[in-house]
Structure formats: structure tokens, C-alpha cells
């Protein structure tokens, strides 16, 4: 046998994430793909912009929509 792996049982530390905090970075996150992709559209790498632009849908009319922040704590 060439290596061995433990199998040891660990734990974590209990953590709690902010929704605002979530959403914020989910909306950062479009934005930078909304940039990439027009950078792409620019050098004419349509394939690779709209891509982009359709990740940049998915994750804001899928995904966000399921989001559960203070003002929707559905």
C-alpha cells in the first residue's frame, strides 16, 4: 500500500451565515459575470459570452428567488 489515510471521526464548530450577507455576494458575484461577459462579447467570443449571460440568469432568477432573507423568511 503506498499511503494510508485515518479515518478519524471530526466535528465542527457550529456557524451561522447572514442572508443580506449572501445576497450580497450573490449580486457581486453577477456583476462580475455581467463584466466578464461583455469582455467576451468585445473580442467576439459570443460562445463563452452568452454562457455567461445565461449563468448570470440562472443565478438570479432560479436561484435568488428560493433566497430566504429577513424581509421574505418564508
Known amino acids: ?37 461583455e469582455v467576451y462579447f468585445s473580442e467576439d467570443k459570443l460562445e463563452a459570452a452568452y454562457i455567461l449571460y445565461m449563468k448570470f440568469m440562472t443565478l438570479h432568477v432560479e436561484k435568488l428567488v428560493n433566497l430566504r432573507t429577513p424581509a421574505n423568511p418564508t
Open 1 to 37: 500500500m503506498l499511503f494510508s489515510l485515518s479515518c478519524r471521526p471530526f466535528s465542527c464548530n457550529p456557524f451561522s451565515c447572514d442572508p443580506v450577507s449572501v445576497l450580497i455576494a450573490c449580486f457581486r458575484s453577477g456583476n462580475e459575470m455581467i463584466k466578464m461577459a
